[in-house]
């Protein structure tokens, strides 16, 4: 059972969180929420790359700017789960690493094994350089959040960061809800399924709000630290 010290702690540290959040999205087109940026489109690449593997299929190119463009394409797999794995995998990832801030004793471990996780996905995927070393920086902190998440500052910039990359999935999938300038995620999906692009935007937001709210909720009213 939590104290009211323990309580209004949790309570400071939620509202910091959020501030940096909300900051994060005030300074979007700043060079201060950049790593961030590119800590959100690694996840994205990966989450499409792992999933093209863990269907059978092999990574024929994969591809990674600095301008935050990216490009995959397979041989194999299953094209439905490759297609809406990019918003939704990064979405996980997201959700997972703020999450596991608040769980004291395996947190270490998971963001070590993500880290290895991605690395392994640098090793066996040919990409090219700009993606080698945008991942070698999200390994990096994924090693650092493993290693210093213990510290309050720290816990607290690990969960507002993860916590931009899971909301940015929102704006990701409005901009590609309504853009017609590229064969975005949402396009191929609908294509593949036979519906509309907006029905498919739609149905990843409303799981993607759904899934952020059950995670503040789970990780701010949580007493039991595992």
Same mark, same amino acid.
């Given at each position: 059972?939590?104290?009211?010290?323990?309580?209004?702690?949790?309570?400071?540290?939620?509202?910091?969180?959020?501030?940096?959040?909300?900051?994060?999205?005030?300074?979007?087109?700043?060079?201060?929420? /950049?790593? @961030?940026? =590119?800590? $959100? !489109? +690694?996840?994205?690449?990966?989450?499409?790359?792992?999933?093209?593997? &863990?269907?059978?299929?092999?990574?024929?190119?994969?591809?990674?700017?600095?301008?935050?463009?990216?490009?995959?394409?397979?041989?194999?797999?299953?094209?439905?789960?490759?297609?809406?794995?990019?918003?939704?995998?990064?979405?996980?990832?997201?959700?997972?690493?703020?999450?596991?801030?608040?769980?004291?004793?395996?947190?270490?471990?998971?963001?070590?094994?993500?880290?290895?996780?991605?690395?392994?996905?640098?090793?066996?995927?040919?990409?090219?350089?700009?993606?080698?070393?945008?991942?070698? /920086?999200? @390994?990096? =902190?994924? $090693? !650092? +959040?493993?290693?210093?998440?213990?510290?309050?500052?720290?816990?607290? &910039?690990?969960?507002?960061?993860?916590?931009?990359?899971?909301?940015?999935?929102?704006?990701?999938?409005?901009?590609?809800?309504?853009?017609?300038?590229?064969?975005?995620?949402?396009?191929?999906?609908?294509?593949?399924?036979?519906?509309?692009?907006?029905?498919?935007?739609?149905?990843?937001?409303?799981?993607?709000?759904?899934?952020?709210?059950?995670?503040?909720?789970?990780?701010?009213?949580?007493?039991?630290?595992?």
């Amino acid at each position: 059972m939590s104290n009211p010290s323990q309580k209004s702690s949790r309570t400071t540290d939620f509202i910091l969180v959020l501030l940096i959040v909300f900051l994060s999205f005030f300074l979007w087109n700043t060079v201060l929420v /950049f790593p @961030i940026k =590119l800590f $959100v !489109v +690694f996840l994205h690449e990966a989450s499409h790359a792992i999933t093209i593997l &863990i269907t059978g299929g092999t990574i024929s190119e994969i591809s990674l700017g600095f301008d935050l463009g990216g490009k995959i394409t397979a041989e194999s797999g299953n094209d439905i789960l490759i297609a809406s794995s990019g918003y939704l995998g990064s979405l996980f990832f997201g959700l997972l690493i703020y999450l596991v801030a608040e769980m004291q004793k395996p947190r270490r471990y998971i963001y070590l094994s993500l880290a290895l996780l991605f690395l392994i996905i640098i090793f066996i995927s040919t990409p090219t350089l700009e993606f080698i070393l945008i991942g070698l /920086f999200t @390994i990096g =902190l994924l $090693v !650092v +959040f493993g290693f210093f998440v213990r510290i309050r500052l720290v816990k607290i &910039i690990v969960k507002a960061i993860s916590l931009v990359s899971a909301i940015y999935v929102l704006i990701d999938v409005k901009e590609d809800m309504l853009s017609q300038e590229f064969a975005s995620d949402a396009q191929i999906m609908a294509g593949l399924i036979g519906i509309d692009q907006l029905t498919v935007s739609l149905i990843w937001l409303v799981v993607s709000v759904v899934l952020i709210g059950i995670i503040l909720k789970l990780s701010y009213k949580s007493k039991v630290k595992v």
